[in-house]
């Protein structure tokens, strides 16, 4: 059975330019076609360069299928012989990544005290420090493992009630407050120089070195394809998109470029405008223009493109076939198929193929009939077995089953993130945008290690982020302070306490009245102290 092809968008198709493959009124019908002479026959329909194949089995394509010139793989600065889980981790997460997204939020925390100087630098009860690049990691590898331990509010993850108790979350390294401060910090681009006019400016510059992380690390194979996909956000956004097919139904959209098993090798948020520059692309409609512009790095290198119906169009085959790229897809009926197809009246399984030089285009009909373009395949068919309630036997052209492979790459990457998502419900669009593109290099990493024998589940390499990024925890964290090291510990519990709290002694330095479960272990009196800013303060000198 064909898989689901209808579009997903409800955008029109006023947008294409029928002009530019104008269709008479020809229409060739069965019957006019079965009372034909012997010689009529082998007559087939012309309108437009379209000829309607009468043997499929000798349609041949009369030109080349370009050349594939594409260096696929590993790039080859990175040694593929020794990779690790974790060396492929660092290749997605860099540490310039990781750097920026502590000078935009170390610059959001110094504006925002700039601004309120009667805080004191204080805020949710505890002094703010900047943050360095291991706890910007651990922050990371915390909301790597709130993706695997669902909670309804982040607050639950440090509840010592018996019904949410998670200790992991209090004995890592990063306390409740820390976090939540950290959170409120968290950007996705420096707050000094945000550029007027882009809705995208809040998280442009992180996405943009996703994007170039991305296409430094790996060159897809030959079979790539683009989609949509929607990152669920119900807030006022300007640009927030309702897709009554999807199952977040509101959210932000984002257009992906993806090699056929996975690897997200380009991606554009769509904004509600066209924000970039496609050279010599000026007659393209904006769905056309999405995938000109996603192949951009690939073109003339004889890739083949998988589309649905949104995007693809008998102009846009021309247009990418010009530059030695080749497409595959389904199509609707008025984006340049000749009337004879459009208008055959076919019963179930049969096929009405149509041929326009290295064009194919053909109307196939299942349940409901199906429109497929391509220019690369020739009209070879397939027998097809089905026994579902009665046996079903029929043929089927060969490129509906290699487009249901080769078209995939965007929905396995939804279903891998979909059961592990990290994001949460946030008044502030970029955050969560930035947090699920966090997570996409995850999947990238999930994909490489799988091509190079590293056999791993999603939630394996989720699961070795996590210790990973936080394997440094708070009974092993270590401050220098000469030849001295100070290792904070959980307070030992007595005969009356299992869980003994004590006040911590830096807070009552700042008038502020809180206990803690946790105290220096190196200092002769051991002190108790809060994790993170406390127990830095109170070491500090």
């Not at 310039?96 to 949710?124: G, K």
């Not at 669902?150 to 200790?167: G, L, N």
């Not at 052209?397 to 080769?406: E, F, G, Q, T």
Request: glycine share 4%; proline share 3%; aromatic share 12%.
């Amino acid at each position: 059975m064909l898989m689901d092809l209808h579009s997903d968008s409800d955008e029109s198709d006023s947008d294409y330019d029928a002009s530019a493959t104008e269709q008479s009124s020809m229409d060739v019908s069965e019957e006019s076609s079965s009372s034909s002479s012997d010689d009529d026959d082998n007559i087939m329909a012309d309108e437009n360069g379209w000829t309607a194949i009468v043997d499929n089995f000798a349609d041949h394509r009369p030109q080349e299928i370009p050349e594939f010139l594409g260096a696929t793989g590993l790039n080859p600065n990175i040694d593929s012989e020794n990779l690790s889980v974790h060396s492929v981790i660092d290749l997605f997460l860099t540490n310039e990544l990781i750097d920026f997204l502590i000078s935009c939020t170390n610059a959001r925390a110094t504006n925002f005290f700039n601004e309120n100087p009667q805080l004191e630098n204080h805020i949710n009860s505890i002094l703010w420090i900047p943050l360095d690049r291991i706890e910007m990691r651990k922050f990371i590898g915390y909301l790597f493992n709130m993706a695997l331990n669902k909670k309804p509010t982040v607050s639950k993850y440090w509840s010592t009630c018996s019904e949410y108790d998670s200790p992991w979350f209090r004995s890592h390294g990063l306390s409740r407050n820390r976090f939540l401060t950290i959170l409120k910090f968290l950007r996705f681009a420096d707050c000094r120089n945000l550029v007027d006019g882009d809705r995208l400016c809040r998280i442009r510059p992180f996405v943009n070195l996703v994007k170039n992380t991305f296409k430094n690390v790996y060159i897809p194979d030959r079979n790539v394809c683009v989609d949509e996909s929607l990152i669920k956000y119900k807030g006022n956004l300007n640009f927030r998109q309702y897709i009554k097919s999807k199952r977040a139904r509101f959210g932000v959209k984002v257009f992906f470029l993806c090699e056929s098993e996975g690897y997200m090798y380009d991606f554009s948020i769509y904004s509600g405008r066209r924000d970039y520059v496609i050279p010599n692309a000026d007659n393209l409609s904006s769905s056309e223009s999405i995938v000109a512009y996603l192949c951009s790095d690939i073109l003339n290198l004889g890739y083949s493109v998988y589309t649905d119906n949104w995007f693809s169009s008998t102009r846009l085959l021309l247009w990418l076939l010009e530059r030695s790229t080749m497409l595959t897809g389904t199509i609707r009926a008025n984006r340049g198929l000749p009337n004879f197809i459009v208008n055959a009246h076919l019963q179930r399984g049969q096929t009405s193929f149509a041929r326009n030089v290295s064009l194919l285009a053909y109307k196939f009909r299942d349940k409901r009939d199906v429109y497929f373009i391509t220019s690369q395949y020739t009209a070879t068919v397939e027998e097809v077995f089905r026994n579902r309630g009665q046996q079903e036997f029929f043929y089927r052209p060969s490129v509906n089953s290699i487009y249901s492979c080769m078209a995939r790459g965007v929905d396995i990457n939804d279903q891998l993130i979909s059961p592990y998502d990290c994001t949460r419900k946030n008044y502030y669009w970029f955050k969560k945008i930035g947090t699920h593109f966090i997570q996409r290099c995850l999947i990238n990493a999930y994909h490489i290690c799988n091509k190079y024998d590293i056999n791993i589940t999603i939630e394996q390499i989720i699961s070795n982020a996590v210790r990973y990024y936080t394997h440094d925890p708070v009974v092993h964290r270590h401050l220098h302070e000469g030849r001295h090291v100070h290792v904070s510990r959980i307070i030992p519990q007595t005969n009356t306490q299992a869980h003994p709290r004590r006040r911590c002694r830096t807070c009552t330095a700042h008038g502020i009245r809180r206990d803690t479960h946790f105290e220096c272990a190196t200092c002769t009196d051991h002190p108790p102290l809060c994790l993170d800013n406390c127990f830095r303060e109170y070491h500090r000198y």
